[in-house]
Structures are given as structure tokens and as C-alpha cells.
T-cell receptor, first 113, second 110 residues
């Protein structure tokens, strides 16, 4: 049963600490997306990659967020330094090319205190 | 860019009744329209999708209709059951990233 795997599932951290979230896309998928979900903003697209190349990260606060794909099986989203307003659920999703179905992971629930 | 509006934001129906969720989109070039269901504590899960070359698609109790002229599409759930209670998102795409609606919280009461 192919699925997108995200770690950690839950993270509580203190303000100012670095947070790294990891995602393993479905094998064979070449597009990877990072979304953030909050009650106020809904599902926000932070960044996405195609064939490991970043296509758009305009949804990300550049000063503290960074997204990378070190290889085809791993995508990372890093926040440094973290702030309480970053508390949200972060979803990774993967798909094949653009404009097609994307499949979500179970999310990383982040709380910054 | 694409803008997707979704209504209603909350919907309560009795078990066995039908539920309809509507979305409109702004970019006439959009050609792919998926619907996702998100249960509490989980990620959104695709339940049905439609492409612009068809007007309607059904899968058991769920169906989606698309009106390209009016730029709107709808999700229909018949014979609702308690396990249909969740948040539903529509989305639209024209070969690039998906743009999501703001979600509809569906509550099916006994």
C-alpha cells in the first residue's frame, strides 16, 4: 500500500529552536508539495518540487523556512528559528507530474511554545 | 492565479439524506478538479476527481458534476452515513499546482 510518509507525526518545541520535518514521497512520484494547515488559513501551499528541483517556494517565509530534496526519496522542510505562529499541521504530498492527483501524508503536527 | 470558492463552510444533514457541496473557480483554463475528504487527525484523502472533458462522474454514493461554462463543480453524497462526517475540500488545476477551496465541514447526524 503506497503512501506518503512523514516524520515526526508530532513535535513540541520551544521558540527559537530548529525544526526539521521529513517526507518520503510515494515511490515513482516526481512532484512533491509542502502544505501548511491552520484553522484560519486553511491549506496553504508553501513550496513544491518537480524532479527534485524547486519550482515555487513563494508561499514560504524565506527568512526562516527552507525546503530541499536531497534525493528522490526524501524531502525536508526546515524552520529556523521557530516561532509560536508556526504552530500548525504541515502536510507533504506527492504526485506524478503537474495537474494530476496528489496524495497526502498524515501530517506533522507542530506546536511551538 | 486560480481562485477557488467553496460553499457552504458547514453542513449538517440527517443520516440517509443527501449532501451537496459547491465550488466555483476563476481560471477557465483549469481542467482537473479533485475532491478530498479529511478526517480528524488525518491527511486529506482523494475521494473522486473529474476532468474537463466530462460533465459528471459517479462512484457508488458520491458523484461530481462540472459546468465549465459557469465555472463551477459540485460534490453530491447520497444516503449519507455517520462515517461521511469530515471536512471536504475541492480543488482546481490547469496543469500546475492545485488550488484548494476553504473546506466544508459535513456533520451527519443520527
Amino acid at each position: 500500500d503506497a503512501r506518503v510518509t512523514q516524520t515526526p507525526r508530532h513535535k513540541v518545541t520551544e521558540m527559537g529552536q530548529e525544526v526539521t520535518m521529513r517526507c518520503q514521497p510515494i515511490l515513482g512520484h516526481n512532484t512533491v508539495f509542502w502544505y501548511r494547515q491552520t484553522m484560519m488559513q486553511g491549506l496553504e501551499l508553501l513550496a513544491y518540487f518537480r524532479n527534485r528541483a524547486p519550482l515555487d517556494d513563494s508561499g514560504m517565509p524565506k527568512d526562516r523556512f527552507s525546503a530541499e530534496m536531497p534525493d528522490a526519496t526524501l524531502a525536508t522542510l526546515k524552520i529556523q528559528p521557530s516561532e509560536p505562529r508556526d504552530s500548525a499541521v504541515y502536510f507533504c504530498a506527492s504526485g506524478w507530474n503537474m495537474g494530476n492527483t496528489i496524495y497526502f501524508g498524515e501530517g506533522s503536527w507542530l506546536t511551538v511554545v | 492565479g486560480e481562485n477557488v470558492e467553496q460553499h457552504p463552510s458547514t453542513l449538517s444533514v440527517q443520516e440517509g439524506d443527501s449532501a451537496v457541496i459547491k465550488c466555483t473557480y476563476s481560471d477557465s483554463a483549469s481542467n482537473y478538479f479533485p475532491w478530498y475528504k479529511q478526517e480528524l487527525g488525518k491527511g486529506p484523502q482523494l475521494i473522486i476527481d473529474i476532468r474537463s472533458n466530462v460533465g459528471e462522474k459517479k462512484d457508488q454514493r458520491i458523484a461530481v458534476t462540472l459546468n465549465k461554462t459557469a465555472k463551477h463543480f459540485s460534490l453530491h453524497i447520497t444516503e449519507t452515513q455517520p462515517e461521511d462526517s469530515a471536512v471536504y475540500f475541492c480543488a482546481a488545476s490547469q496543469g500546475s499546482k492545485l488550488t484548494f477551496g476553504t473546506g466544508t465541514r459535513l456533520q451527519v447526524t443520527l
